[in-house]
């Protein structure tokens, strides 16, 4: 359970929004929930709703409304390219097909070890190293900046020998 | 130019609490605390002539001067969403300059009679949003934040705030919903944040660029900074080159600057790759209308009111450049399917209208379409102007639009039946199938 695990990390966050404003603090249990759990799962949006207060369909929406957050699971990294104007205009679509068939997947689609989801996402406020991609997975969110296919291809593959299957 | 906002190109290491203090830093935040009046430090920022970079220009110590009176609580919400395609100052800023942009934030909450402070960080800053939380742990072990701050009798404390990946949270009433633990979508105005923003309390909204100005403006002086740039738009701007260049950064530059400057001088943007020709610019991200590279648009001088006049805006000035390779339908449709992703779905015009300009511009650019469509398209962006209940509906026009006015042969490039005469005008895009209508409601 959250409440329990995490007790001093929840304190501190509802600790920066007003004793009455509780909702305030939905958007980092959401965070604090996904790394536990790898995705939002149903039990989580009712784990962080009576943490607050709030009813579960809240809470739902929030998960939905936000990119950031996953309700379902996919890969265990997820490599998400910036393939916005910025980017495209420095070869981020050629370095995104071509990561994307080194992996054996399109654009969009989890590899079949079910190790990374790779997806094109908008601007990440990084274009003059383009291109470029994060990495979000339960540890949080990295930059990657001014990559070759062969540089990400490396992350990748080092993730892949740290993660278990 | 000597820095004003990316000082870490002057002086190394500023970005350690021990060098910023050796180098004058948090002195104006001491005498603000300890020796100033809220107004006194507000008709500083006046007189400075200091305006906002987050997009709108308007005169920063006139925002804080409108917050209503008397009321139980006030707050300061810095807009570090930083989600425009093109632009990426903002994260140098706080990557590379942080105490310098704490201070400008912990001096407005002081002009603003704030207890407490937000810093709203795209949810992608995570591992910068760590980093800031340290920093911000620093500042207050030193004393400059928390209860009775160096005795002034002020209490300050300063929090990040991380959301989760939604443009549409950059607009300011959106992003103090997202704040409140609520979805991303903007308010009806009025009222304005100055009088009813968080939690219903007077509320300042300032982008993370116009406050790390700030304490050099208190620390020396509202003529100093009213010096630099032009009488109009005063003070140094932080330019985002991004696109076809051969040096694409940062460059800190002051207001009215022109374009041929920053994009061809050795030590800004040092021209376009291959010697190729400049096709066209964008001088605000995906926001605001594309100009054609002319003499006279290279000419413009980038201060807020020369490129409204030029047709376009120079709102946070993330200029990203187009060479003659590019297609501009091509372009035109990267920047709707990002409007279209990012509209946040509160109302139809801009939901169901960005949809369609991007049915239209997908079948444009596969090359499926005949005359016709490209009217529908320059239709379907006319009936959304003014109609949208805030400006991202407004924005998402402007590259149809612009790229229809002066591109319009690119678009002509691909259709079916280029030969032949323009076809009549579609005057309305077809009703909206419902099963189509629940999936656009839901985003994708
Ligand atoms: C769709 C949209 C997105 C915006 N994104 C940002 C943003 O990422 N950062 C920002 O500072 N302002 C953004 N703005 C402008 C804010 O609404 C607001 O005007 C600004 O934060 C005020 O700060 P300033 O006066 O210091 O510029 C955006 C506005 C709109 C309509
Ligand atoms: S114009 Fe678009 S982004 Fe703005 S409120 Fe309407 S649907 Fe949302
Ligand atoms: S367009 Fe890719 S980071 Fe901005």
Not at chain 2, 382 to 407: A, D, I, R, T
Not at chain 2, 410 to 422: G, R
Request: glycine share 10%.
């Amino acid at each position: 359970m959250l409440a329990e695990k995490y007790r001093n990390q929840i304190d501190a966050t509802l600790a920066k929004y007003p004793a009455d404003q509780k909702r305030s603090a939905v958007m980092p249990l959401l965070y604090i929930a996904q790394s536990e759990y790898g995705h939002i799962t149903r039990d989580a949006m009712q784990e962080v709703a009576d943490i607050l207060g709030l009813e579960p369909t809240q809470v739902a929406s929030v998960v939905g409304f936000y990119t950031l957050y996953h309700d379902h699971a996919a890969g265990k990294h997820y490599i998400q390219i910036c393939n916005d104007l910025p980017c495209a205009l420095r070869g981020a679509d050629k370095f995104a097909a071509d990561l994307c068939a080194k992996f054996g997947v399109k654009l969009g689609e989890t590899t079949a070890d079910g190790m990374f989801t790779i997806e094109g996402v908008m601007c990440l406020a990084a274009c003059d190293k383009a291109p470029m991609f994060q990495l979000q997975n339960t540890e949080g969110i990295k930059y990657y900046e001014s990559q070759t296919v062969e540089s990400a291809a490396a992350v990748m593959e080092e993730l892949r020998a740290k993660t278990d299957q | 130019m000597e820095h004003i906002v990316l000082r870490h190109r002057d002086i190394p290491g500023i970005d350690k609490l021990d060098v910023y203090i050796a180098n004058g830093g948090f002195e104006a935040y001491k005498k603000v605390v300890t020796s100033m009046k809220p107004e006194e430090v507000i008709d500083v920022v006046k007189a400075s002539g200091l305006r906002g970079r987050g997009g709108a220009g308007f005169p920063t110590g006139v925002k804080w001067s409108f917050l209503t009176k008397n009321r139980p609580a006030y707050y300061v919400v810095c807009n570090s969403d930083e989600s425009e395609p093109g632009t990426f100052k903002d994260r140098e800023i706080m990557e590379k300059n942080p105490f310098q942009f704490l201070e400008g934030l912990m001096i407005a909450a002081y002009a603003a009679r704030a207890a407490v402070a937000y810093n709203y960080m795209r949810g992608e800053f995570w591992t910068l949003a760590r980093e800031l939380d340290k920093k911000i742990a620093e500042v207050k072990a030193r004393g400059f934040l928390g209860k009775n701050i160096l005795g002034s009798g002020y209490s300050l404390e300063l929090y990040t705030h991380l959301g989760a990946g939604a443009y549409i949270c950059g607009e300011e009433s959106a992003l103090l919903e997202s704040l409140e633990g609520k979805l991303g979508q903007p308010r009806l105005k009025p009222p304005f944040p100055a009088d009813k923003g968080l939690y219903q309390m007077p509320t300042v909204v300032n982008n993370t660029e116009t406050l790390t100005n700030v304490p050099m403006i208190l620390a020396r002086g509202a003529e100093w900074y009213k010096a630099i740039g032009t009488p109009t738009s005063a003070g140094s701007k932080v330019m985002c080159l991004s696109g076809h260049v051969n040096k694409p950064g940062n460059y800190e530059a002051p207001l009215g600057i022109t374009f041929r400057e920053l994009i061809y001088g050795e030590q800004y943007g040092g021209g376009i790759p291959g010697g190729k020709k400049l096709k066209g610019i964008l001088p605000s991200g995906a926001s605001a209308p594309i100009l054609p590279a002319t003499e006279a648009i290279l000419d413009t001088p980038m201060d807020y009111e020369s490129v409204a006049k030029a047709g376009s805006q120079l709102g946070s000035a993330s200029v990203i450049l187009l060479d003659e390779t590019v297609d501009m339908a091509w372009a035109a449709l990267k920047m709707i399917r990002f409007f279209k992703h990012e509209s946040c779905g509160k109302c139809t015009p801009c939901r169901e209208g960005t949809y369609w300009m991007l049915h239209v511009l997908d079948r444009i650019n596969d090359g499926q379409a005949v005359a016709a469509d490209v009217e529908l398209l320059g239709n379907v962006a006319n009936q959304m102007v003014g109609k949208c209940l805030c400006p991202l509906g407004e924005f998402s026009v402007s590259p149809v639009l612009s790229s229809l006015k002066n591109f319009r042969a690119d678009y002509e490039a691909h259709l079916k039946d280029s030969k032949k005469p323009a076809a009549k005008p579609a005057a309305k895009p077809a009703a909206i199938p419902a099963a189509k209508q629940t999936e656009i409601a839901a985003g994708d």
